[in-house]
């Protein structure tokens, strides 16, 4: 079977996603049209030119080294090994990620990621990036765009091709493709929402808190998160209610705010010296789970990334899993087929998993705002890495075949359960992880989790 002939094809969004999706259709041969609603962030400052990260694993980092830009990416990225949990009395408490330090998650900025993959997507030769061009509007027959020209204010018609919708959550494709009969989907707004806050570096660009992790402050219905920063800094996310006694709406003048920080995470505000200024006039973000399908019209318009599976961030697999998606869609081009039998595999290949990481991630919310701040939670993880030093290879636990392996979400899902049972089940009576049966446990692992593990 031949390769879907090399068409020039139509990108909209040139987040994470599109940017990267772009480089993978070059490299196919596809040259590339990418329709960016913002400016060039490489020349003009967007998001107040804060410093904002995300986590990046096993996942990205693989559809990264793919294309040829893993090695330069981890060179701005931090480590991060574990969770740094900030109780809101007592000593910290560390709970590592992986079975030893080979297994972490990394810190990179949002932006400098973005942009570098814009950059590399221009230096296939194949990629011409439009930016203020912000498309309203799809003709599901011709492929046609509505593009409204930001910089010149005029609307136009894009040429129909084959179209990507990599726009985000409130992705234009599709919502035009929610309008279809045949389309079915749900969006669920958290109840939550979050606001960015930072600790700069110390003197000298020294990090304040331990660089090496991600830092929690789990608190039952709310949370404080940090993330590390090449230059020293922190990004912190408070995520709060929108409505009720502690919450968004509750917080609403700096003596309140001030008085919560105090209470809540004494530590944090006294590392975070424009709280109040920050907190007042940084935007609050929402969150959103969305599910949907079709993704794809035909050959003709296909969704991937956030515009087709947005989660809420407890997982850190938003982006990883957006980047998976171009690594999965390759390989379909790479197994030739016309573009309508590219989305169909496509779509029946991530859309489960997709649904499994969106779910995974909303459990992910309770466990880090609430349960890692619970003792009981605690011990649970430390048998858990006991068995994972008893029985490597054989007892895998779910945070580390999402974060650390490219198994299908899905099975990490279902594995997920598996060893939940396990862990709690050795875990009963137990006041030392260290006293663990591990006789129990190899019958447990071996009863469960190895024919399971086999079967798939
Ligand atoms: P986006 O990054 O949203 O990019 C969409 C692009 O399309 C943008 O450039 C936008 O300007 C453009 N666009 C939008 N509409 C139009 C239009 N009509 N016309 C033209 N262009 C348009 N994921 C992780 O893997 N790890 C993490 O640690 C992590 N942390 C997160 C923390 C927070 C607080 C949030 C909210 C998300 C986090 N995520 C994380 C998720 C991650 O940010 C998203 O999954 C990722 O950005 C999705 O990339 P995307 O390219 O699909 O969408």
């Not at 993978?24 to 329709?35: F, N, T």
């Not at 109840?191 to 660009?205: D, M, N, R, S």
């Not at 709060?240 to 209470?263: I, K, M, N, R, Y």
């Not at 309770?366 to 003792?375: H, K, L």
Request: hydrophobic share 40%; aromatic share 8%; net charge negative.
């Amino acid at each position: 079977m031949s390769e879907p002939r090399k068409d020039t094809v139509t990108v909209v969004g040139a987040g994470l996603v599109g940017s990267l999706l772009s480089i993978y259709l070059a490299r196919r041969g596809h040259p590339v049209e990418l329709l960016e609603r913002r400016p060039d962030m490489r020349r003009e400052t967007v998001d107040g030119g804060r410093s904002i990260n995300l986590a990046i694993s096993t996942r990205g980092l693989h559809a990264l080294r793919q294309v040829g830009l893993e090695d330069e990416a981890l060179k701005h990225a931090i480590p991060m090994r574990g969770r740094m949990i900030h109780p809101p009395q007592g000593a910290l408490v560390y709970q590592p990620y992986g079975k030893d330090d080979s297994q972490h998650i990394n810190s990179l900025s949002r932006a400098w990621l973005n942009a570098f993959l814009m950059t590399a997507a221009e230096a296939t030769g194949q990629v011409n990036i439009r930016f203020k061009q912000r498309v309203t509007q799809v003709d599901f027959g011709s492929g046609a765009l509505t593009v409204h020209d930001d910089a010149t204010g005029q609307v136009r018609q894009e040429p129909g091709r084959v179209v990507f919708g990599t726009d985000g959550s409130a992705s234009a494709i599709r919502q035009a493709l929610e309008q279809r009969p045949d389309f079915t989907g749900t969006q669920e707004q958290l109840g939550h929402g979050y606001k960015e806050l930072t600790i700069p570096a110390g003197p000298g660009g020294t990090f304040q808190m331990e660089k090496h992790a991600l830092h929690i402050w789990p608190r039952g219905t709310f949370m404080l998160i940090a993330l590390p920063n090449e230059d020293g800094s922190f990004t912190c996310t408070l995520f709060l209610p929108w409505q009720g006694p502690v919450s968004f709406a509750s917080l609403d003048t700096p003596e309140t705010l001030s008085a919560f920080f105090d209470a809540q995470f004494p530590d944090a505000k006294a590392l975070i010296p424009d709280l109040v200024e920050a907190f007042f006039s940084r935007p609050t973000g929402s969150m959103v789970t969305v599910k949907g399908a079709p993704w794809h019209v035909g050959g003709q318009t296909l969704l991937l990334g956030d515009a087709a599976h947005a989660i809420v961030p407890f997982f850190g697999q938003g982006m990883n899993c957006g980047f998976e998606d171009c690594v999965v869609l390759d390989a379909l081009l790479g197994q030739g087929g016309g573009w309508e039998q590219v989305f169909t595999a496509f779509e029946r290949l991530r859309k489960t998993n997709a649904d499994a990481i969106a779910d995974m991630a909303v459990e992910n919310f309770v466990e880090m705002r609430d349960s890692a701040g619970d003792p009981r939670f605690q011990f649970r993880k430390a048998v858990e890495k006991v068995l994972l030093n008893a029985f490597p290879g054989e007892f895998v636990g779910r945070y580390s075949l999402v974060s650390f392996s490219r198994v299908p979400y899905r099975l990490a899902y279902q594995v997920g359960a598996l060893t939940d049972g396990i862990v709690a089940e050795l875990s009963e009576g137990l006041t030392r992880a260290e006293d663990v049966d591990l006789k129990r446990a190899a019958e447990l692992i071996r009863s469960r989790l190895t024919p399971f593990m086999k079967e798939h």
